[in-house]
């Protein structure tokens, strides 16, 4: 499943607009911040050779974590996030595999801030995910090892809450099975792509 750019421009627009005649309700333009928010997430997985695991659509829902420095413009930060994997399509249509899982993400961030919205980007330097289900040989799995894995996206702030839209993509360049670890030929990445949208509070 290719997923389209068209809701997260047409996000971009309407927020950029909103923004010109907000008035900024959040924290402190400067000094230190910390965010907590709730997310839901829909988008699909597939490796590099679309034959090792086939693309198939995935929804969920997580929370996340972040602290954040703002000085002037800049907007920069780290943040965690766990989110709930589970898959749209039937198992029964993959040779009985589900990529359903529970995915642990900690990224660094940097953004610019114009006070009612930031557009931020997150470098995804340490993540991984362990399956819910066994794979099709009855084996437990985890992926790991997010090399060039991203976010981009654009949060609007408000009364001390924010709403955001992002879109990320999580590339993992490691398997463990039943314990043993293995370094997967380019192939063989596996990349969980999706929309995320989220709703917290700043402190």
Request: hydrophobic residues 35%.
């Amino acid at each position: 499943m290719k997923i389209s750019l068209t809701s997260f421009l047409f996000a971009l627009s309407f927020i950029f607009l909103k923004s010109t005649y907000a008035q900024d309700f959040g924290p402190s333009s400067g000094g230190f911040g910390l965010s907590i928010d709730a997310k839901g997430v829909y988008g699909s997985a597939q490796t590099q050779d679309n034959t090792t695991v086939a693309e198939r659509g995935l929804y969920g829902y997580g929370a996340g974590l972040g602290l954040s420095y703002s000085m002037g413009l800049l907007y920069f930060g780290a943040s965690g996030e766990f989110i709930n994997w589970l898959q749209r399509d039937k198992a029964s249509d993959f040779g009985n595999t589900n990529m359903a899982g529970t995915m642990k993400t900690f990224s660094g961030v940097f953004g610019i801030n114009f006070q009612s919205f930031i557009l931020f980007g997150r470098y995804h330097f340490k993540s991984d995910i362990e399956l819910k289900y066994q794979t099709s040989g009855a084996e437990d799995a985890t992926w790991s090892d997010p090399e060039g894995s991203y976010s981009i996206g654009i949060r609007y702030r408000g009364m001390g809450d924010y709403i955001s839209v992002e879109y990320s993509t999580v590339s993992y360049h490691t398997s463990t099975v039943n314990g043993t670890s293995t370094e997967l030929l380019d192939a063989e990445v596996l990349t969980y792509s999706a929309w995320i949208v989220s709703y917290g509070f700043n402190f």
